[in-house]
């Protein structure tokens, strides 16, 4: 006879995940719960009267983990008085001040921040003679080995699964030690520095012996960008090529993750796979979608067969025959294309995208940085200019950080807007010119552009984004500069969002009143941006909802993707179709934005151009609905409608 807990339904959500992992709706939330087991960790080892030894990560992972931190040491009290810290790693070679440096990154993210004993704070030292190095090496890990080891590591994951600086092909029994550092890694590293060309190439590293030393493991990752790895890693064979999945082996390992970062496990990829699912019409149009990509037949064709074969049996059972599943599918897929963005007027199309009325419309495009408009949108942003709308662009930020030192000094002869930027201080163009010449020739690794600088920089991109407004037809009053303060420290860490950067958009949404916006959802922004400049567009529609503001019941939202990546084809709910023409026109509207053209500082783990990756982005999604059985088009940009 059966008991009752046999009878109770076996959950095999996480059965093809190898490691143990908490997954959150947003990076933030998951940093709370990382910050809560280390709190939890200090205390317990306090009230022993032990150490807590602490091996801590850099990079932009770790970051609200350690802002967390300093809230729980500022508002509850945690003391890192009794902490030890070992950093896992450090470029090389470079100074300890150098802005780039974890040395600076560790004091100014979390140790300047608490009570930690700056004597027991160690960091590989990216100033010791090469001829030292080995010496220094052996040091840092006798120094682990006499305070007991580490009790709990903290680790971010690389595109390419390192962990630390344990590039793929890292052995398992690797110390401590110097690495060269893959090109991916230096690509993805890049936003800390004016250019690829100033990356080291070399770094130190804890190695990934040493990791696995520790007596509990805790690894993040956050964005899409990490997804791939991070399914390998999880759900994969242990190997050295993906380093991370060496944590398998461990006794207590956890990999904490936001929803985006999850996104390629399979129990949210393909959550058919491991249990019952309800079927609504967004799961089987992800799966069918999913099956015929993978089988590589047009979604008409698919058969029962097909479904049984690639685990959709459920599907079948519940929803018929294949050709009727087949047929909902491809007419949801087949609704999304439209030549009309802001809607076909003196039309009436229930399944269109977008409504038809009012006609025309007031569009609102939010672009992070001045050049995100072109980039990600820009044949959507012709056609709604050219079918009759009043188009708005409002320029969240003022880019300059993404400005190279030379391309400064190449145009600093530039006359243009100098008398008037300078103006209120009185201060002479020629004396600008001549501060800024000697500030850039001088300039040192450690130091941030002065706020002349920056004004000229910002200058070059405002003048820039204002071309291409022209270029595409936008009337002076519909270009904004908004400025946001959060982005305006003159360095690569940017403040949090603030009331300031709330208000002032909360400010341009009531002049404009819209009925379109569009704004940037892509949080694979290697410099983070992006994910700031959205969610104060979020807060500021749910202020303005929460006011009552008559015109914000008609205001829809539509989030188009970056240069880094793009939306699922499953997700996609508008697409916009490009002409050859079409995609000509925008590649000539990105060229106007001379200053990221050929190096881009900020260019993440992809090397080719903004243009290129627009080109090929938009190639590829078009490729993929061709693929599917449906319109065969030269390209296709793609929006997801966002509920706030």
């Not at 344990?166 to 401590?176: D, L």
């Not at 030393?213 to 759900?235: R, Y």
């Not at 982005?487 to 969002?497: L, R």
């Not at 243009?611 to 999604?621: F, I, K, P, S, V």
Request: glycine residues 6%; proline residues 5%; aromatic residues 10%.
């Amino acid at each position: 006879m059966l008991t009752n807990q046999a009878n109770k339904e076996i959950d095999l959500t996480d059965s093809l995940e190898r490691i143990s992992t908490q997954i959150f709706s947003t990076p933030a939330e998951g940093a709370k719960w990382v910050a809560q087991q280390v709190a939890l960790l200090m205390r317990a080892k306090a009230d022993a009267g032990e150490h807590c030894v602490l091996g801590l990560a850099t990079g932009s992972t770790p970051k609200l983990l350690y802002a967390e931190l300093v809230r729980l040491h500022r508002e509850e009290g945690l003391s890192f008085r009794h902490v030890i810290a070992f950093n896992l790693d450090e470029y090389y070679p470079i100074e300890k001040d150098a802005l780039q440096s974890y040395n600076r990154f560790m004091k100014t993210q979390l140790f300047d921040k608490v009570d930690i004993d700056p004597s027991n704070c160690f960091i590989p030292d990216g100033e010791v003679p090469k001829e030292k190095i080995k010496e220094h090496c052996a040091d840092y890990e006798r120094m682990i080995a006499l305070v007991g080891g580490i009790d709990l590591q903290i680790l971010g994951i690389g595109v390419n699964g390192h962990i630390g600086f344990n590039e793929p092909g890292s052995s398992i029994h690797s110390k401590t030690r110097m690495v060269s550092l893959e090109n991916s890694t230096r690509l993805a590293n890049a936003y800390e520095f004016q250019g690829m060309s100033d990356v080291p190439r070399l770094a130190l590293t804890m190695g990934i012996s040493t990791i696995l030393k520790a007596k509990k493991i805790i690894l993040m990752g956050w964005g899409n960008t990490k997804a791939p790895v991070i399914q390998k890693a999880v759900e994969g064979d242990v190997t050295e090529s993906v380093p991370a999945s060496l944590l398998q082996t461990h006794d207590d390992a956890t990999f904490v993750m936001d929803e985006q970062a999850a996104s390629q496990l399979t129990r949210f990829k393909s959550p058919w796979l491991t249990g019952e699912i309800e079927w609504t019409p967004k799961m089987m149009k992800k799966a069918v979608v999913d099956m015929a990509l993978h089988l590589e037949k047009p979604i008409l064709s698919l058969t029962n067969n097909d479904y049984n074969e690639y685990g959709l049996s459920d599907l079948l059972v519940e929803k018929g025959d294949a050709y009727e599943i087949n047929l909902q599918v491809f007419y949801a897929m087949r609704d999304t294309i439209t030549g009309w963005p802001g809607g076909k007027p003196n039309a009436v199309i229930p399944a269109h995208p977008e409504r038809s009325e009012p006609y025309p419309k007031r569009c609102l495009i939010f672009s992070p940085h001045p050049d995100d408009d072109i980039i990600s949108m820009g044949g959507t942003f012709q056609r709604l200019h050219d079918q009759g709308h009043d188009v708005h662009v409002a320029y969240q930020t003022s880019g300059n950080i993404a400005v190279t030192d030379e391309f400064v000094t190449r145009f600093l002869d530039f006359a243009v807007g100098f008398e008037e930027m300078f103006a209120r201080d009185s201060k002479p163009a020629r004396d600008v010119l001549s501060e800024a010449r000697a500030f850039l020739k001088n300039k040192k690794s450690n130091q941030v552009d002065t706020e002349d600088i920056r004004a000229i920089k910002g200058l070059i991109r405002r003048c820039e984004a204002a071309a291409t407004c022209r270029y595409v037809g936008i009337k002076e009053e519909g270009i904004h500069f908004l400025n946001l303060p959060f982005y305006e420290t003159g360095a690569i860490e940017k403040a949090p969002m603030s009331e300031e950067d709330i208000r002032i958009t909360v400010d341009l949404l009531r002049k404009v009143k819209p009925q379109q916006v569009y704004a940037a959802g892509d949080l694979a922004d290697p410099h983070g941006t992006h994910r700031v400049c959205l969610d104060i567009v979020f807060e500021a529609l749910r202020r303005i909802k929460a006011d009552g503001d008559a015109w914000i019941k008609d205001c829809w939202l539509w989030l188009y993707k970056g240069a880094w990546q793009e939306w699922d084809i499953s997700e996609i709910e508008m697409a916009v179709p490009m002409s050859p023409d079409q995609v000509r026109k925008k590649r000539f509207g990105i060229f106007i934005h001379q200053s990221q053209k050929d190096t881009v500082p900020f260019q993440g783990s992809d090397a080719r151009e903004f243009w290129q990756r627009a080109e090929d982005r938009n190639a590829h999604t078009a490729e993929l609905y061709a693929q599917l059985g449906l319109t065969r088009y030269a390209a296709m940009e793609a929006f997801v409608r966002w509920t706030y």
